[in-house]
């Protein structure tokens, strides 16, 4: 054999060994049974598995918040009044001058259960004093007409149900207590304390 061959071959084993030794504990991790075994069972198992997809996390539904004082807005028949909140029924009567008036202990808007507000009417070409003239047009609206509450910053949409009309003292009619349920309610005809004029709406 070649010197030159032999030579370099002792020189590399040499150069070999003084590494080892030099940078032992730097590298003695590689030659560590469990690392060898992680390393072998990664290769054979693990490149084989499919990749699983991330799933996006659902997004969270950020509610808004609209900066409008409590109030009712009905579009078909042109309606801007603010909702007056009063804590006795004695009460109703005055706070039906300032706009119209939920009912004391029906459900607030947006929550289960009947939702009761009360507004005044009034005779055609009435003036438009203080809220004599709110709910006069109540008959107009139809199956499907939209109602928007505004109530604590939140909005809640209805959509009309149903066209009822009341003896005076009648009681309006069961409905189901799992759903929210709208009824805005005045006299009639317009400007007469005869009967009762009542819209149901549900609860987008």
């Known amino acids: 054999m070649d010197s030159k061959k032999i030579l370099k071959k002792y020189f590399l084993i040499f150069f070999l060994i003084s590494f080892l030794i030099f940078n032992w ?3 003695s991790w590689i030659f560590h049974p469990g690392y060898l075994l992680r390393t ?3 290769y054979i ?3 084989e598995k499919p990749k699983e997809k991330v799933q996006p996390k659902e997004e969270q539904k950020i509610e808004q918040i609209y900066e409008k004082e409590d109030s009712i807005e ?3 028949i042109k309606i801007s009044a603010p909702l007056i909140i009063v804590g006795k029924e004695e009460e109703v009567k005055k706070a039906l001058d300032r706009g119209v008036v939920l009912w004391p202990g029906s459900a ?3 929550q289960k259960g009947q939702t009761i507000i009360l ?3 009034a005779p055609p070409n009435w003036p438009k004093i203080k809220y004599d003239w709110v709910f006069s047009n109540l008959n107009l609206l139809e199956k499907g007409d939209e ?3 505004y109530f604590q910053n939140k909005k809640y949409v209805y959509f009309v149900e149903d066209k009822i009309f009341l ?3 009648q009681e309006l009619p069961k409905t189901d207590p799992e759903k929210s349920i709208l009824f805005l309610i005045s006299c009639w005809p317009p400007g007469k304390d005869l009967r009762r004029i009542a819209i149901e709406a549900l609860k987008d």
């Open 119 to 121: 507004g005044h009417s």
């Open 74 to 76: 009905i579009e078909k």
């Open 25 to 27: 504990q730097k590298i």
């Open 45 to 47: 198992f693990e490149r």
């Open 108 to 110: 607030l808007p947006g």
């Open 40 to 42: 072998i069972a990664f």
């Open 167 to 169: 003896n005076r003292g």
């Open 147 to 149: 109602i928007v509450i």
